[in-house]
């Protein structure tokens, strides 16, 4: 009796409440990273089954499936038309050991929200041979969520959500994981009881009372418009070649010389993710947004 319950409910259902889900269709898990590696361990048997992602995107889907021994199947966005998904190459290249499709939106670290109408139809597609794992660890940033939308029409969708990005709780490790019951109830099987610490979900309830979410709504406001802000007065300046669209709390800068860029930001105290590496973001480096103070910190740098 000195234990927790092994599954927090109250904190399960506080959050159903806060995503508009029922409580059956919502898993506590430590970060959506865990909810990534859940969905692989429960689709995908090692050695014979695999996944499919979309890079540029993000790395850990790739590496839970590796850590599982699951293949990868690679659809590349379509750089052409702004970082759009592949729907077609996607669907009509999915094979019978196919599992998961991984798709994030916004996308991380493009920034660009996909298009709700090629969610709907890679679902459509995907429908009884395939499960849709939308990853909107950045939706509070974007213009629309897509969560509802998604889960109201389809039983082969599950979304990962996170507490680390507009809420700035990172370090208390809270994601969660929603979809059909039936996933939510398989993938619950996997997870260990007493997964969730009890101080970790006492301090996401205080983060959503009433006037601790107007505080953190007024924060995610203001890195909207600060986004907007960084992107148009670092667009004119010399050396830049586009500002990629962003719907989430960074922005996607193309540059001709993109090692330079980095390099007067870090002597100025500031660290940038060089993605200039990636051949999917040729010339591109990732910035964070930050405070305004710290926004113009880079500028004064960069400038």
């Given at each position: ?25 919502l898993l506590v898990t ?152 039936a996933i939510v109830s ?118």
């Open positions: 009796n000195w234990y927790p319950e092994p599954r927090p409910v109250a904190l399960q259902h506080t959050l159903a409440a806060h995503y508009g889900v029922d409580a059956e269709q430590r970060g959506s990273s865990e909810a990534i590696d859940l969905l692989i361990r429960g689709f995908c048997r090692a050695g014979e089954d695999a996944v499919v992602i979309a890079p540029p995107t993000f790395g850990m889907y790739e590496v839970y499936a590796q850590l599982q021994g699951a293949a990868v199947r690679v659809v590349p966005l379509q750089r052409e038309r702004g970082y759009a998904l592949d729907v077609a190459g996607i669907a009509e290249g999915w094979r019978e050991t196919d599992r998961i499709a991984f798709v994030c939106s916004p996308n991380n670290p493009t920034g660009n929200l996909l298009a709700d109408s090629d969610l709907v139809e890679l679902a459509e597609a995907l429908q009884g041979r395939g499960c849709v794992a939308l990853d909107a660890a950045y939706a509070e940033f974007a213009e629309r969520d897509q969560t509802r939308m998604l889960l109201d029409r389809f039983d082969n969708v599950v979304v990962l959500r996170t507490l680390s990005k507009a809420m700035a709780l990172a370090g208390v490790r809270c994601g969660v994981l929603l979809g059909p019951a398989l993938l619950g099987c996997i997870l260990p009881p007493y997964s969730f610490p009890a101080p970790c979900a006492e301090a996401v309830a205080r983060c959503l009372e009433p006037d601790n979410k107007s505080e953190w709504r007024r924060r995610v406001q203001l890195i909207r418009s600060e986004r907007e802000r960084l992107a148009a007065a670092i667009a004119p300046l010399p050396g830049i070649i586009r500002i990629w669209p962003s719907s989430a709390n960074f922005i996607l800068v193309e540059l001709r010389d993109p090692a330079r860029f980095v390099a007067r930001a870090r002597a100025a105290g500031i660290l940038l993710r060089d993605f200039s590496w990636d051949p999917y973001l040729p010339g591109c480096v990732r910035i964070t947004i930050g405070t305004p103070s710290q926004n113009d910190q880079l500028l004064n740098a960069v400038s």
